[in-house]
């Protein structure tokens, strides 16, 4: 047993002793080597007339910004890029097993990739401080971290139920395809890094590479729904509330004298979510949103709800010497009939013909008794109490018209 581990232990000193590790002057003679006849204006490949491949990944960090009234997209992320370039190959036996090494941007060659539709000014990807890792086989990986800025064109029609997709298209500047040609890894970004925003939810990406344009291209593309909740909650539903308290004038009593300043007051008060909901959105007439035209239907029947008030109480309050036409004698009492209809059964004694004579005559001297000349007052209470459910149903016909046209079009 002794001797089996004498062995087994002079065998693991024998490994440990024989392993050696690259030193400083290993890496140091390495990198002298390397660029002693190194041009990096030149682009890799020891045939000049094939391309150099090009691996473009892109990795998603956050949504930085997402200006719908100037257009303004910018995301945070990091590509991958590889390629090949043979004169940076070596053998790592010679140098004491170093397999990998690092080296300034500026000192070798690397592809001049930029976004050809930024927002505001065009620049390369990579800064001074960042580095290119080159393994023993040639194989590089450069790894530029940038806030990429594009324009994005806005369709804000179903705002705030709305989908946007934005576009940053990456090249190669002053190359053609059979010189450098991108090709993208995958076919999406990844985002392993990638941290939620709070009012867009990022539904789908895609990369794609094309030479269609004569030039080699990369189309990074953001599909995003946004969280229509902070909208709703602070937009849709107040003014769905105001609409249903500016029904409510009718209820007031002219007598109050508040019934002009009250109506006036919800007609302000919509108004002001009409500004609001125009500073989040494009100052385009095309496309316009349906949140807009449902503001602006909402503030017409708030005016006109005014108009109708100022009317009603016009004749609230209009002289009795004026006699009511019979058209609103006959309103007034459809809507007495309406509200005070109750159910008759009564039980009459069996008379002659003298007694239903006379109790028809009483019967129809008491009707005229009872039905006195309609008053401009008992016009007004009847309007009131029919514009009441007219604009209740009008309200709730609007509401249901307008979700359901953003469903189905959405």
Known sequence: ??????????????????????????????????????????????????????????????????????????????????????????????????YTMLFSQDVVWKPTLLSIN???????????????????NGFAYWSPGEILSSSCSVDVTFFPFDQQTCLITLMSWGTWPNEILLQSTLTNFKMGFYSEHGTWKISSTSAVDSTTTGMSVIDLSVTME????FFVVNIVLPVMFLMGLNCCVFILPPESG?????????????????????????????????????????????????????????????????????????LVRCCKCSSNQKPRNDVRPFCTDEKIVQFSDFNRKDNMSADPDVSWRDVSKALDTLLLWISIVGLVISIISFFIILKKLV
């Open 1 to 98: 047993m002794k001797t089996a581990m004498r062995i087994y232990l002079t065998f693991m000193l024998t490994t440990v002793i024989h392993v050696s590790c690259s030193s400083m002057n290993d890496v140091s003679n390495l990198h002298t080597t390397l660029l002693q006849n190194y041009n990096s204006e030149v682009r890799p490949g020891d045939n000049q007339f094939l391309p150099t491949n090009v691996n473009v990944t892109f990795n998603l960090v956050a949504i930085q910004e997402f200006d719908e009234v100037d257009g303004k997209f910018a995301v945070i992320g990091f590509f991958e890029v590889t390629w090949v370039d043979s004169r940076m190959s070596w053998n790592p036996t010679d140098y004491n097993n170093t």
């Open 226 to 229: 946004r969280r229509p909740a």
């Open 258 to 330: 508040e019934r002009v300043s009250y109506s006036i007051t919800v007609l302000l008060a919509i108004a002001v979510f009409m500004t609001l909901t125009g500073d989040n959105l494009p100052k385009t007439s095309e496309p316009m949103s349906l949140l807009s035209y449902f503001l602006m239907s909402d503030l017409v029947f708030s005016a006109v709800i005014c108009l109708i008030t100022m009317l009603g109480l016009r004749l609230h309050y209009k002289d009795d010497k004026h006699p009511v036409p019979s058209y609103l004698k006959r």
């Open 118 to 136: 930024p927002f505001s000014k065009i620049d390369q990807l990579g800064k001074d401080f960042m580095t290119v890792r080159y393994y023993y």
